[in-house]
Each structure stands twice: as structure tokens, then as C-alpha cells.
């Protein structure tokens, strides 16, 4: 491979990819480096899909949205606290970014809903696969098509500064060998910080021994390259953790299970709260147990009209019984509070109203039916919304709101767009459009 580029990606999640393929199509010469020994980062691991409103996909099945509402929604599920600039251009350019990747064959032409969103604006792969693997075999295949340079298990340890610009990168092989590579502009794109407890911890105190729903390479080694270059950073303490996460193998279980009529009990055998509040408040109370953690109970029903459950049983640490004793038993819970629990969550149902804890959605099914399910959970980190700072145009911004020219950001190693709490199916959204503008900002600047 030649030692110069115009463009040097770092990381190959959705936001490198994204932004790779659009510099090379407005003529950059790029080169993707990858530290892992595999491609797609922690974008493999997305279920929900990509929001956008006002988009072709909601017209051809009727649903009026509106970018506006679209950014309403977002900013409350972010507690007031996302950057209203990036969260315009967000909502502004998310069509356009899912007509981006139609226009390359990725297809999200099914539409869904995630909490915090009152209008169906997910969108994800009609074939129902999970969004982040056919995002990233999609993107892959364009990579590929165009001939993009891509080193992996290589690490950017470096973003080399000279004459007041972005002049390269240092890079070390998995092999220990250092490389210096050439650039007019490099775009960091390395992710989230999740699996880094140490810098979790040193920001959230609070979240000491969590375990992690992300990839291993969610280290946010990209932060600490752009602060060395003098990047300001932003929310960095605003950590969202997962409710369901199952501890031995930090699998995700997804919030369909719930919202399928999966109920959450304590190690007693009673429900503590409403199971389909958001994923921050269930955390909080699931945490405030004494045991910490809490049992996801569902039966047979739910099972049968949820794929993911099978999936969940096949990985061998879902508790199964004949009925409710025996569950209990295995489960080491009273048995008499446990039906209790059940006849009044189950009465609830029939009355369509939850007494005791108010829940709202999902109260369609009694858990009656043999087998019963049960699966260990407790909280996980999930995304980090706090990241380096960048402008509208996705350049780096120093401690001065300054822009260092030549650097570039986009995905989760950004901060501020998500404010508190990010919604769901709003990471792939951010990924795609950030990416692609990155990819076309290094592309003009290493042209002028
Ligand atoms: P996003 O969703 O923002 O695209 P991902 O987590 O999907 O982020 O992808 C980020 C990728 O960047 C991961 O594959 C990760 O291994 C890679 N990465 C992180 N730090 C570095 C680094 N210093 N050098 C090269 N790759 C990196």
C-alpha cells in the first residue's frame, strides 16, 4: 500500500465505513485502519434499526411524521441536553442519509418503533435481521466494490499535527511495527468508550463493576488521540446503561421481550416497577434491589412470537419449568409470593390496569401458560453519548470552540448529539449522517 492518502479513516464501525466509501466517491484516495481482527465495531451489534422522519420508505406506506416532532422527541428523551445545531443538522439530513444507502443497496424499507418515538420512524431491513449486521455487510460490499485500502488488527496510535494541519498517522501492527502514513485529513471514527471501565468508572464512580453489552475495541482510544491534538470533550459523564443485560455472557435481552409481556421480578418474587418505563429509571430501580440484580419471567406465549427468545435459550442461561412452582424452585423464590405476584399481574391484565406500578404498554397477555421462562438479568453500559466536540460540518473543535484543521469525527466518539439518553435506533441515525459528512468534509479539504 502507498504511504500517502488523502483521507485516513480510523475504525470500521458504521461511521468509518460510511465515511470512507463517500470520500473515495468525490475522488479521495482512502485508507480505512482497523485495530480489531474484524470489521464493523460495536455498529454490528445494533437490533433496533435507523430513525429518520419524512423520509420516501414512511410515504410509501403512509406515515405522515414530521422532522420537527422527530426532533421534539429526541431532545426529551435526552433530557434537554443534546446540542441543538447537531441535532438539526441530524434531523435535517436523515432522509437524505437513508436515500444515501438505498442509493448503495442497503435497503431499510421496514418500519418499526423504539421507546421515546411516538411515530413509526425505525427503519430497518425488510428480511427482519438485525439492522447492524446487514448495515455492515452492506457497507462492506461497497468497500470492497471500490477497492478501498483497509489494514486491520492496526491500531492509530498517533495523529501526526505539522504547519498547523492534520499530516498523518503513526500506526502499530498487531505484529508491533510502526508505520507512519501520510494524510491531508484523518477522520476519527473509533466509537464509544463502553468497554473501558476504567474511563466509565473515572467519569461515573457509580458505575464500578458494570459489566458491558459492547465489543472489546469500545475502548475510546480515539477521544484521547483528538484531546492530544487538543480536542475539547462534552457529556463525557452521560452513560447510558442497559436494564436487561444477562451478566455471565453480557448479552443484551432485548426490550421486545418485555414489550412482548415479559414481567420483571425481584429475588422475592415480586415486580418492583413498570417494565416498560425507560431503559435509564428501570436501571435505577433495578439497581436500588438489595440482590441488584432481577429476573425477566415469561411464559410460553410470549416465547412462541419472539425469535430472539429461542436464541436467548439455545445460549443456555434461560431458566425453563413446567409451571410457576417449579420455576420458583429453580429460582430459589417463594413460591406463594411468586403466584401471588403472578394472579395479580395477570388480574391486572384482564382490567387493563396496573394497580401498583402503572404500566401502560404491553399489559395484552397473562402469564399463565407453560412452560415458564426465566432469565437473570441486571444492568449493563450500553452507549456513551459524551465524546470530542465537533461542529455542524463534523470538523474537530479545540477547547476554544476553535477547529483543528484536517480533523474530522463522527459516530460515537463524538459528544453531544444525544444529550442524556440516547433513543434507540438514533446511534445508526447519527453514524450514517455524521459518517457520510466527514467523509465528504476530508474530501474537499484534501482537494483545495
Ligand atoms: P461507530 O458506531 O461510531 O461507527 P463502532 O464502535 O461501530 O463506532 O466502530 C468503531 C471502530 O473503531 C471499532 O471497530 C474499533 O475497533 C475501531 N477503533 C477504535 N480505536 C481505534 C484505533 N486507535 N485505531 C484503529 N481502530 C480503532
Do not use: C
Not at 465505513?17 to 445494533?46: C, F, R, Y
Not at 409481556?261 to 434491589?289: H, P, Y
Request: cysteine-free; charged content about 20%; aromatic content about 6%.
Amino acid at each position: 500500500a502507498p504511504q500517502n492518502y488523502d483521507v485516513v479513516v480510523v475504525g470500521s464501525g458504521g461511521a468509518g465505513l460510511a465515511a470512507a466509501i463517500q470520500a473515495h466517491d468525490e475522488g479521495a484516495s482512502v485508507l480505512i485502519v482497523e485495530k480489531m481482527p474484524s470489521i464493523g465495531g460495536n455498529t454490528v451489534k445494533a437490533s433496533a434499526g435507523m430513525n429518520a422522519a419524512e423520509t420516501r420508505f414512511q410515504r410509501v406506506k403512509g406515515i405522515n411524521d414530521s422532522k420537527e416532532l422527530f426532533y421534539a422527541e429526541t431532545l426529551k428523551g435526552g433530557y434537554g441536553k443534546n446540542n441543538p445545531e447537531l441535532l438539526h443538522r441530524f434531523v435535517e439530513t436523515a432522509p437524505q442519509a437513508i436515500e444515501w444507502l438505498a442509493d448503495r443497496g442497503i435497503m431499510l424499507n421496514d418500519i418499526t418503533t423504539t421507546g421515546g418515538m411516538s411515530i413509526d420512524r425505525t427503519h430497518r431491513p425488510r428480511d427482519g435481521s438485525a439492522v447492524g449486521g446487514y448495515l455492515i455487510s452492506g457497507l462492506l460490499r461497497n468497500i470492497n466494490k471500490r477497492g478501498i485500502d483497509v489494514l486491520m488488527d492496526t491500531a492509530v496510535t498517533e495523529i501526526l499535527f505539522e504547519q498547523g494541519a492534520v499530516s498523518g498517522v503513526e500506526l502499530l501492527t498487531d505484529e508491533n511495527e510502526a508505520l507512519t502514513i501520510h494524510a491531508k485529513s484523518v477522520i476519527v471514527a473509533t466509537g464509544g468508550f463502553s468497554a473501558n471501565s476504567q474511563m466509565v468508572v473515572k467519569y461515573r464512580p457509580d458505575l464500578d463493576g458494570f459489566v458491558t453489552t459492547n465489543h472489546k475495541g469500545a475502548t475510546g482510544g480515539g477521544i484521547a488521540l483528538l484531546e492530544k491534538l487538543g480536542a475539547g470533550t462534552v457529556d463525557m459523564g452521560e452513560i447510558q446503561i442497559h436494564p436487561t443485560v444477562e451478566q455471565t455472557t453480557s448479552y443484551l435481552i432485548s426490550e421486545s421481550i418485555r414489550g412482548g409481556g415479559a414481567i420483571l421480578v425481584n429475588q422475592k418474587g415480586s415486580r418492583f416497577f413498570n417494565e416498560m418505563e425507560t431503559r435509564d429509571k428501570v436501571s435505577a430501580q433495578i439497581i436500588a434491589l438489595p440482590e441488584k440484580y432481577a429476573y425477566i419471567v415469561f411464559d410460553e406465549n410470549v416465547r412462541t412470537k419472539n425469535k430472539a427468545a429461542d436464541e436467548y435459550i439455545a445460549k443456555g442461561f434461560v431458566v425453563s419449568a413446567e409451571g410457576p412452582r417449579e420455576l420458583a424452585e429453580k429460582l430459589g423464590m417463594d413460591y406463594h409470593t411468586f403466584l401471588a405476584t403472578l394472579e395479580r399481574y395477570n388480574g391486572f391484565v384482564e382490567n387493563q390496569y396496573d394497580e401498583d406500578f402503572g404500566r401502560k404498554t404491553a399489559l395484552r397477555n397473562p402469564i399463565k401458560d407453560g412452560p415458564f421462562y426465566a432469565i437473570r438479568i441486571a444492568p449493563g453500559v450500553h452507549h456513551t453519548m459524551g465524546g470530542v466536540t465537533i461542529n455542524t460540518e463534523t470538523e474537530v473543535l479545540n477547547k476554544q470552540q476553535q477547529v483543528i484543521p484536517g480533523a474530522y469525527a463522527a459516530g460515537e466518539v463524538v459528544g453531544g448529539i444525544h444529550g442524556g439518553n440516547r433513543i434507540g435506533g438514533n446511534a445508526v441515525a447519527d453514524i450514517i449522517i455524521f459518517g457520510t459528512l466527514a467523509g465528504h468534509q476530508a474530501a474537499s479539504w484534501a482537494k483545495r
